[in-house]
């Protein structure tokens, strides 16, 4: 096998594996994130909450999301975990679909990318990811702050990945 078959084989195989895990990755960060706001409504009582008079009755808990974090993927209400919206008009409207596709070929051009030398791969991508998200992003800060954990998570498995492909390739 040529040097250069070789070194595109070792880029893809890369991709592969950054696509591949960050998925698991990327959900962990959107899990951790919407973690911390799901404890602050949890503890939100009375006596937490220094502004209501004891007598005050807590609020009621907030209404369960009806998707799950990755709206491509069939959801079963028993095990939707804890990376789901709040926003509930995040999902009925249909903002941020496709996320699972559009994460996996990012991480999959971009970590092979850089693992070839071509570093400008990146700013591609992320361009293209910003600006099709912008109609969605401009109706919800929930989806903004969705969309910028997602990436971020995303973008750092396959910048790692990358590295260490292009470290392999030499």
Known sequence: MSLELLDWVTALGVGATAALAGWPLTRWALHLAAGRD???????????VPHLPESAEPAAPPPDPPTGAFPDMPVDDATVDDATVDDATVDDEGLLRGGLW??????????????????????????????????????????????MIGSLASLGVALACGSIGRALIG
């Open 102 to 147: 559009i994460g996996l070929l990012e991480r999959l051009i971009i970590a092979g990318g850089v693992a070839l030398g071509e570093p400008a791969v990146v700013g591609v991508v992320v361009a293209i990811k910003g600006l099709g998200r912008v109609p969605e992003l401009l109706k919800s800060p929930t989806a903004g702050e969705r969309f």
């Open 38 to 48: 799901r404890k602050l409504t949890e503890t939100e009582t009375p006596a937490a």
